[in-house]
């Protein structure tokens, strides 16, 4: 595709519940992150993916979160047991090699009941 | 970990002004990123500087790389309404994750 897809666009989940975040990022792009971005602040790092090796996970919050990436392309990112403060915008970038910029999805709006 | 103090918080301006804007930082960074962000979207790359010094231009956007690699600035001249928006710098060391500023909100005043 043209840009990174993420889906869903928006995910409401009662506490407790597991969820599953899709991201699709442009076509031969070898690096994948994930970021969250809470209301009113800037997108923080999550996980980092070459390929499908993730070489950087320092920024899960807790092991309740995992990112996997088992064919170098599509990217799945699982919160088990969701929390009221997982709440957030998730969003996904892409970028054809280190250092070029990263080029990012629209998010998955989550919000946890 | 590592702190990006961008600002201001918030910029209220007339159509037509210029806008400046800047980011620093407690350690240095090998790329710095501005990014534009707007309600329900991701952040959309702007400009993007590698060199420590390197002054880049796109259109009405001009931005530095600072020589102790602890800032960045962005300026916009004569801004126009579509300029509205959240605006974001990001470090990045070496192929790991960005570290974003808190943004500027840019609101352009008939």
């Known amino acids: 595709g043209a840009g990174v897809s993420q889906s869903p666009r928006y995910k409401v989940a009662k506490r407790g519940q597991d969820v599953a975040l899709r991201c699709d990022p442009i076509s031969g792009h070898v690096s994948l992150f994930w970021y969250q971005q809470a209301l009113g602040q800037g997108p923080e790092f999550l996980t980092y993916?070459?390929?499908?090796?993730?070489?950087?996970k320092s920024g899960l919050p807790s092991d309740r979160f995992f990112a996997e990436r088992p064919e170098g392309s599509v990217s799945t990112l699982k919160i088990q047991r969701t929390q009221q403060e997982d709440s957030a915008v998730y969003l996904c970038?892409?970028?054809?090699?280190?250092?070029?910029?990263?080029?990012f999805g629209s998010g998955t709006q989550l919000s946890v009941l | 970990g590592q702190q990006l103090n961008q600002s201001p918080q918030s910029m209220f301006i007339q159509e037509g002004e210029d806008v400046s804007m800047n980011c620093t930082s407690s350690s240095i960074f090998n790329t710095w990123l501005w990014y534009k962000q707007e309600p329900g979207e991701g952040p959309v790359l702007l400009i993007a500087?590698?060199?420590?010094?390197e002054l880049t231009s796109n259109g009405r956007l001009t931005a530095q790389f600072g020589i102790t690699r602890k800032d960045s600035f962005l300026n916009i001249s004569a801004s126009i309404p579509s300029d509205v928006g959240i605006y974001f710098c990001?470090?990045?060391?070496?192929?790991?994750?960005?570290?974003f500023g808190k943004g500027t909100h840019l609101i352009i005043q008939p």
């Open positions: 970038a892409s970028s054809l090699a280190r250092g070029t910029g990263e080029a």
């Open positions: 993916f070459q390929n499908e090796a993730q070489l950087d």
């Open positions: 990001a470090g990045q060391l070496d192929a790991d994750g960005l570290t």
């Open positions: 500087l590698y060199k420590a010094g």
